[in-house]
């Protein structure tokens, strides 16, 4: 609550307040009979003792109080139309006071935000904050430890004054607001130097993280180096092995005589010895089947074959030839 006196003429009030005018009505010789406010040319309120009442107008009712007595005008819940000139009238008679009223809103906290140039030797702060309806405002600045300065918005500050904070101060007529402290607008050392140790660190811990990644991998390739290397030998030895028994197997086959299937017939060695190959021939018959050459039933069994030629000059039977099979019968 603000009250006006006649020392005043311009009034600041925020949005919500209320507005106390208290005229001067020592200047009125007569005892007061009526009493009139108004609102630039709009009426607020009224009193008249002649018609034995009081009268509130427009938007000032149920908000708006008039002592008739001291002439005295309350107005709560000011709104922004509620901004203007205000004047009062005693008995008819206008007094020469007059009441600018301006209705703003509470100024907001304010921020620091900084801009500096490519070179970072200088930066410029500025006080922000929403000024809209609260309108007029000031700016000070508060440097380090020193007094309030009532300054621009902006403020420029250099490289040399780093490490100063800086705090600001936005004010009209209804409030005032202080920003947080800012400092160390150009970065601090301390803080470049622990960016660079905390780089460094990484550094080494991506080194050492790829070494250790290294070496458990040559580990674990030299370990299945070594398993591979013991199966292979372990397939060759049983493969060796095997190769070793089937060579044996088939030297011992080839050394046997192969008699299977082998059949003479008087008719064929009298054919083959009529053509001089009746005694040192083998003969293989089955059915219809056509007459092997000696040559080639010597290399299908892999050797001479001594023991069936001899049987054959002497006039024996080979294995498995009965008689009949002999003659022919």
């Known amino acids: ?190 803080s470049s130097i622990g960016v660079v140790v905390a780089l460094v660190v990484v550094a080494i811990v991506a080194f050492a993280v790829i070494i250790g990644f290294l070496v458990w991998k040559k580990k674990t390739g030299d370990a299945g180096n070594n398993q591979n290397t013991v199966a292979l030998d372990t397939v060759y030895s049983v493969v060796g092995e095997k190769s070793s028994r089937d060579y044996s197997r088939n030297q011992n086959n080839n050394n046997q005589p192969n008699n299977t299937g082998i059949s003479l017939t008087g008719e064929d060695n009298a054919d083959k010895t009529g053509k001089g190959q009746g005694n040192g021939g083998v003969y293989k018959k089955s059915k219809g089947s056509d007459v092997v050459q000696p040559e080639q039933a010597a290399e299908a069994s892999g050797s001479n074959s001594p023991t069936v030629q001899s049987k054959l000059e002497a006039g024996g039977l080979p294995c498995g030839v009965t008689e009949e099979q002999k003659h022919g019968v």
């Open 1 to 190: 609550m603000y009250e006006m006196s006649a020392f005043l003429d311009d009034l600041y009030l925020k949005v919500g307040g209320e507005l106390v005018l208290t005229p001067d009505k020592s200047t009125v010789p007569d005892s007061i009979i009526s009493v009139l406010w108004k609102h630039g040319k709009n009426k607020v309120a009224e009193w008249d003792q002649g018609f034995g009442g009081l009268d509130i107008y427009a938007s000032f009712k149920e908000r708006t109080t008039l002592d008739n007595t001291t002439g005295e005008l309350r107005i709560s819940g000011l709104k922004n139309t509620d901004s203007g000139v205000y004047s009062v009238e005693f008995n008819s008679k206008l007094l020469d006071k007059t009441y600018k009223l301006s209705v703003i809103k509470a100024v907001p906290k304010p921020t620091i935000t900084s801009s500096c140039n490519p070179d970072k030797t200088s930066c410029t702060l500025t006080c922000e904050g929403d000024t809209t309806d609260a309108e007029p405002v000031t700016y000070s600045w508060k440097k380090g430890e020193r007094a309030w300065e009532d300054l621009d918005k902006q403020l420029s500050v250099s490289k040399s004054t780093n490490g100063i904070k800086y705090t600001c101060k936005l004010s009209n007529a209804v409030s005032s607001q202080v920003s947080e402290p800012v400092g160390e607008v150009f970065g601090s050392e301390h």
